[in-house]
């Protein structure tokens, strides 16, 4: 029965092609902006945990100042020593690698090209912790370090700017008032949240000291970065890096924290949530269109009605039942929504495809969303279309005869 319903919905449905063209324009509109929404919001959030984890493996910052990012807020703060990083890295069993760092912007100039760039002196294990691959070269090492050699590492703007094509390891840069040796260059990781994390020039700490900007104080270091072991509650760790912290900075118990801990792995979370809640509440926006779109097939169902009034009643006269007549207007109903709801999906298909290459996320199909947005069409066939149905099931067969 349900099959030779479903036949009769085709065969009406092609005799109006236009008609039922707009009837399901509302159905196809809705279910592709439904997906594309959320396509492309799950394909943001992606991108968006993709660049803060791109800073770090399960990455803590800590800086003097008593709110990140805020300028004043480090003014007349004391740095950190070299001693305060060794200090958290032996006392708190959850670190798994930790690197002072001090930072710089200085002038860089090789042969006539001239720039400004940030500069890091650190130690070796700074790559790991904020997961820096090499594209060429060797990273520097700890003997670097020990004997304060003039080298560097560079990043794949500096490259572009300072080098162009040129192959850059080996050559010497000039720094500030000192030269220095490339023998590395980065693997790109492109744009962060805080900039383009590919314009750095990394060298080790004590050439940094010694060379570029001297050692007038021990609390040098503006910058620890550190990394936790996998799994360790980030919350756990800032309290007890906290803790030791006031100590070595013998703040008491009514003064404030003077410095701040920026955890990447709760920043990632946060904005994955945020971006997840916005895509929801515009995935429901598109949603109304849905409905104005169960309004046309029901308005569109009614008018059917009207003009097969003499078919239904030949059919109630010769033994269809209500039921039947029910289920016929109710079929053909869902199936104009359902072909609304096919057409929608593989609109949306290329439109995420396509936008997701343009704005630059990834394309992450996911095929619940598709699902759903599916069965939601049909559900709005059988709600908007009940009523067209009902309304033909209860037409008085010698009442319809006699309609013209």
Same mark, same amino acid.
């Given at each position: 029965?349900?099959? %030779? ?31 594309? *929404? ?19 493996? %399960? ?49 860089? @100039? ?39 050699? =003039?080298?560097? &590492? ?5 490259? &572009? ?25 980065? =693997? ?7 900039? +383009?994390?590919? $314009? ?19 609390? $040098?270091? %503006? ?12 919350? +756990? ?16 118990? %009514? ?7 920026? $955890? ?13 809640? *916005?895509? *929801?509440?515009? =995935? ?12 046309? @097939? ?44 096919? /057409? ?16 630059? /996320? ?8 598709? &699902? ?33």
């Amino acid at each position: 029965m349900i099959w %030779n319903a479903f036949a009769i919905a085709v065969r009406e449905i092609s005799r109006n092609l236009t008609r039922a063209f707009l009837t399901v324009l509302g159905i196809f509109i809705g279910v592709a902006s439904i997906i594309t *929404m959320v396509t492309l919001g799950e394909g943001a959030t992606l991108a968006v945990k993709a660049q803060i984890s791109s800073l770090g493996s %399960n990455l803590l910052t800590l800086r003097p100042g008593a709110v990140f990012g805020q300028r004043g807020s480090s003014v007349g703060v004391p740095s950190f020593t070299e001693r305060d990083a060794e200090t958290l890295g032996e006392q708190i069993a959850s670190i798994a690698a930790i690197a002072p760092v001090r930072m710089a912007s200085l002038s860089t @100039i090789y042969l006539s090209n001239a720039r400004a760039s940030s500069i890091t002196g650190t130690t070796p294990i700074y790559f790991q912790i904020n997961k820096w691959s090499l594209a060429e070269g060797r990273l520097f090492k700890e003997a670097d370090l020990r004997s304060g050699s =003039a080298v560097c &590492v560079i990043g794949n703007t500096v490259r &572009v700017e300072l080098f162009g094509t040129e192959n850059p390891i080996g050559a010497s840069i000039r720094i500030g008032r000192a030269s220095c040796e490339v023998i590395g260059l980065l =693997a790109a990781k492109g744009q962060a949240g805080m900039g +383009d994390q590919d $314009d750095t020039i990394i060298m080790p700490l004590s050439s940094m000291q010694r060379r570029l900007i001297g050692k007038t104080s021990s609390h $040098d270091i %503006n910058q620890i970065s550190i990394s936790a072991v996998e799994g360790t509650n980030s919350l +756990d760790l800032i309290a007890d890096i906290t803790q030791i912290m006031r100590q070595r900075r013998n703040l008491q118990s %009514n003064q404030d924290n003077d410095f701040n801990i920026f $955890d990447t792995r709760q920043i990632a979370e946060t904005l994955g949530s945020t971006t997840q809640l *916005m895509t *929801m509440l515009l =995935a429901a926006v598109a949603g109304v269109s849905l409905l104005v779109g169960g309004i046309g @097939i029901m308005n569109i169902m009614l008018v059917s009605v009207t003009e097969r009034t003499h078919e239904i009643g030949i059919r109630l006269a010769i033994g269809a039942t209500a039921s039947e007549v029910l289920l016929q207007f109710l079929v053909e109903a869902v199936t104009l929504s359902c072909i609304g709801g096919i /057409v929608g999906i593989l609109i949306a298909l290329g439109l995420c495809y396509g936008l997701a290459q343009v704005i630059k /996320v990834p394309f992450n199909f996911n095929t619940q969303i598709n &699902v759903i947005a599916f069965a939601f069409s049909a559900v709005v066939g059988v709600l908007f279309g009940y009523t067209p149905a009902r309304r033909a099931a209860k037409l008085n067969p010698i009442d319809a005869l006699r309609h013209e």
